[in-house]
């Protein structure tokens, strides 16, 4: 028998790709329904969180917010699984930010198996919790989600700014300024408009539309900068919240200045009482520059 011709030899390779391509795309076929079930099925996973205790906190504080730590890193752990499933199951073509607002969790069930104070750091407290999270996909309407867009996010001095929200279901919803510097400004509520519950579905503006209130780009004073890089952050809870300690007063809004260290701290702790289940939030970025 004579030897094969090159043609033959590609005809062989070409085959051979095929058939290869062909199996990969049988084992894709096959695993493809398994990920579009594991993403929707409860996952049990482990997890431990800590909490440092304060001069004015008590030891249930303490536990409460070990135990809200854990919880909270179960869910992330658990909803990177969902979300790698999820984005298997939408052929990887998902943006990142659609990707996590598509799919968050809720603790089902959960067992402490340890609970303690760090054995160095006596101030330190642990808790490692094994926790069932079930995933939430807000997109299909379970769940608490919020929308966020601003009417512009390339802003110069001076122009004035509108910021567009929407809750799935009836929610309190705050709005925070986060400046260059880290000062925070909570817009709503206020002393003018108190009243932050939100009904579901709704198209809602701040300021409102009756024009009371006006919301400019302003940079700091003292701030050198030609362009300053600065968030909106939207919280909604199911339920009213005490999210922040009294700052000081800027005419009808409250203002926590960067020297403020504990807000952030104070918020995180307010955030960690809250069932994970029940509040979400949303940011968005825009650019203040300076005009020509």
């Known amino acids: 028998m004579g030897s094969p011709s090159a043609s033959s030899i590609d005809r062989d390779k070409d085959l051979g790709a095929f058939m290869k391509g062909f199996v990969v795309a049988l084992c894709l076929g096959l695993l ?28 249930r504080e303490v536990r409460d917010r070990a135990r809200r730590d854990a919880e909270s890193k179960a869910v ?64 299909k309407g379970q769940g608490l989600a919020v929308q966020l867009t601003l009417s512009r996010t390339d802003l110069k001095e001076g122009d004035e700014v509108r910021i567009f929200y929407q809750v799935s279901e009836p929610a309190y919803v705050y709005i925070f300024s986060v400046a260059a510097d880290g000062s925070v400004t909570l817009l709503l509520p206020n002393a003018a408009q108190p009243d932050n519950l939100t009904p579901p579905g709704k198209p809602c503006q701040f300021p409102p539309a009756d024009g ?19 968030r909106i952050k939207v919280i909604a809870t199911r339920k009213k919240e005490e999210l922040l300690s009294v700052g000081f007063r800027e005419g009808v809004f409250q203002v926590f200045d960067a020297e403020s260290t504990g807000m952030v701290s104070d918020l995180a702790r307010r955030l960690n009482r809250i069932e994970l289940a029940d509040w979400t939030e949303a940011t968005a970025t825009y650019l203040l520059k300076r005009r020509d």
């Open 32 to 59: 493809l329904p398994l990920a579009a079930v594991a993403a929707d099925q409860p996952l049990w996973v482990e997890a431990t969180g800590e909490a440092q205790m304060g001069e004015m906190e008590t030891l």
């Open 76 to 139: 992330e752990t658990a909803v990177g699984t969902f979300i790698k499933s999820h984005t298997l199951v939408s052929n990887s073509q998902v943006a990142e930010d659609l990707i996590y607002a598509a799919v968050r969790g809720k603790i089902a069930q959960e067992t402490v198996l340890s609970a303690d104070w760090d054995a160095r750091e006596r101030t330190l407290y642990r808790v490692k919790l094994r926790a069932l999270v079930e995933p939430i996909y807000p997109e």
């Open 212 to 230: 009371r209130l006006r919301l400019t780009a302003t940079f700091l004073p003292g701030y050198k900068e030609a362009v300053a890089e600065e």
